[in-house]
């Protein structure tokens, strides 16, 4: 059975998915992978002019991050212009063998 929201009802819930609100605060390095954990990947840029985009993502995302978390909470991470768990990684890598 389908669910229909109303257009407050969705705002209110991409609100929260997004942690636009601080809904769930997402603290450190914890915080970092559980938002990959439910987003799947952000936009990686090594350029830093005012700042990584993936920095300034998670700023908006994560409570108290700074660059440094990112840095050490990514070496178990895939980096190819965008930020996902490397197990994702791997089984994309998996999936395209077997075609």
Known sequence: MNEVLSKEELRQFLINYHNLNDYEGFPGSDGVIEYF?????????????VGRNSDLVLQS????????ILDVTISNFAKYLGVSHL?????LIEKKGRK
């Open 87 to 91: 197990q994702d990684y791997f089984d």
């Open 37 to 49: 954990k439910r987003v799947g990947s952000i936009q990686y840029d090594p350029l830093n002019v």
């Open 61 to 68: 995302k994560v409570r108290g991050h700074k660059p440094e």
